[in-house]
Nanobody, 129 residues
Framework: DVQLQASGGGSVQAGGSLRLSCVASGFNFDDYALGWFRQAPGKEREGVACISSSDSVTYYGDSVKGRFTIASDNAKNTVNLQMNTLKPEDTAVYYC??????????????????????WGKGTQVTVSS
C-alpha cells in the first residue's frame, strides 16, 4: 500500500525555522512528484512547493519563495521541506501528497490538490508573533 507519513510540525516564533519530512513507501520512489500543501483555519488548501523525484526540479508558491526549500532524499524515500523565516501567516496544517508518475515541479504545482494521487496525514505548524 502507498503511504505518506508527514512529520516535523510544531510551534515556533516568527522568524524561526522548522523542517517537515514526508516519508514515502509502497511505490517506486525514483519516478514520482511530491508536493507540500497547507490549509489554514477558514481557508482553502493551497500549494506550497513541489519536486520531481528523479531530477529534483522544484517549484514554489509565491508566498514561500526564498524562505522554504523542498528537497528529495531518494536513499531514504523522504522529501523534506525546510521552512525558514517563518511568519504567522504560515500557520496551517501541512500535508504531503504524491503523483505516481514523472512531473516536473512546475507541472506538479499547477495540477494542485486535485491532481494528487495519494495524501499523507497533516502536521500542524503554528507560528506566533
Amino acid at each position: 500500500d502507498v503511504q505518506l507519513q508527514a512529520s516535523g510540525g510544531g510551534s515556533v516564533q516568527a522568524g524561526g525555522s522548522l523542517r517537515l519530512s514526508c516519508v514515502a513507501s509502497g511505490f517506486n520512489f525514483d519516478d514520482y512528484a511530491l508536493g507540500w500543501f497547507r490549509q489554514a483555519p477558514g481557508k482553502e488548501r493551497e500549494g506550497v512547493a513541489c519536486i520531481s523525484s528523479s531530477d529534483s526540479v522544484t517549484y514554489y508558491g509565491d508566498s514561500v519563495k526564498g524562505r522554504f526549500t523542498i528537497a528529495s532524499d531518494n536513499a531514504k524515500n523522504t522529501v523534506n521541506l525546510q521552512m525558514n523565516t517563518l511568519k504567522p501567516e504560515d500557520t496551517a496544517v501541512y500535508y504531503c501528497a504524491a503523483v505516481l508518475r514523472y512531473l516536473d515541479g512546475s507541472t506538479c504545482y499547477r495540477l494542485g490538490e486535485d491532481g494528487m494521487d495519494y495524501w499523507g496525514k497533516g502536521t500542524q505548524v503554528t507560528v506566533s508573533s
